[in-house]
């Protein structure tokens, strides 16, 4: 098993501090702890060079981590090397952080909403004794974090596939979902209502009169996802006179947006409505609109959800649906206090965006 790199803070991140991330020697510490309690990690130990080429790592970050080790009481450094303690440490020695965000490699693009909420959650949790960490993870790293479970610790998976989602539910493993709950799981969640977002986007551009409507959102497995492109074709199908409408995907690369801005402006009707779902940045969507010369909002109505106040201020939509960051985080820290205090998977919730119309 070969940890992976954590995920580099972003320096613009708006927060009163940055989230402490996990180092590879910390999380190689966090691996071999976990193997030690489940009795897999066994005298004699090997030697340090043999041992960092079996865990696909290099000899400066075993030894630190075997430090860290150390230092927690779970190793004894002798003369003749590290050994393993007859006992493991008490749990007040225990320094690992207690809530630990897990993302999908593949989910980088959307990292930066979750960052900001988990530094305001680290924000209101240091404060209770609750330390928080974070990691963008690799298929076969979520596989490892979830077989092998660590005592005193909620995982909070961020919008991971339904597979993911379903390795923690059959392992017992503490966990709490933030987007969508796979169906069949008994993990409790939190969800921002994509959905609601979106069928309220709909309802309020038909009724100003948009002839046509576009959803514009980020191609991922998310489940939260797929549950919002159902919603969108079920309220436009919904809705009298019929109206065409289409749902187009993309990546965040530049050829990948450019493609689906010419299909927006190619679909140009009287009056066309589109639905910006971050990460897709509105603001580029609304630029391209206006260099072909479509007025906004008499031609073209843009609704932005989930986006943050500075990535509509520049150009603003019609509508906007923030991304709700503070309640999120609340909602959250409460959650993992409540589990922590009674050793209590914590109570599911379903946050509800409001329109905040800025045009």
Known sequence: MKPQGAL???PDLPSGGLLRLQSRAEQLADYLRAQWQ????????????????KLGVSRSTLDAALKLLAHEKWLEVTGRGVCLRRQQPDGSRRRRPAVKWLLEGTSQPVAHNYLAVAAMVQNRLRLKGIEVDWEVCSPGRIREI???????RLHILASLRPAFQRLFNDAGQPALVLGEVAAGLNLPFINVDLSGAVRH?????????????????????????????????????????????RILCTGLDRPSLLAVMRRLVASQTQCLG???????????????????GLRL????????????EDAVNLCPPLLHYPWPGPALAAKISAMAEAYFARGQAPASRTLTPVLNRIN
């Open 8 to 10: 580099r803070p972003d």
């Open 38 to 53: 489940r009795g897999a990690l066994q005298e004699p130990l090997p030697g340090s060079r043999d041992w960092s080429r």
């Open 146 to 152: 979830a077989r092998h479970p660590v005592r005193d």
């Open 201 to 245: 986007a709909v309802f309020e551009l038909l009724r100003t009169g948009c002839t046509r409507l576009e959803l514009v959102h980020l191609a991922t497995p998310a489940v939260g996802i797929a549950k919002a492109e159902q919603t969108f074709t079920t309220a436009v199908e919904g809705w009298t006179p019929r109206i065409p409408s």
């Open 274 to 292: 589109c639905i910006v779902v971050a990460p897709v940045p509105v603001g580029m969507v609304v630029s391209v609109l206006l260099e072909h």
């Open 297 to 308: 909002p008499q031609q073209v109505k843009v609704a932005a959800v989930f986006h943050a």
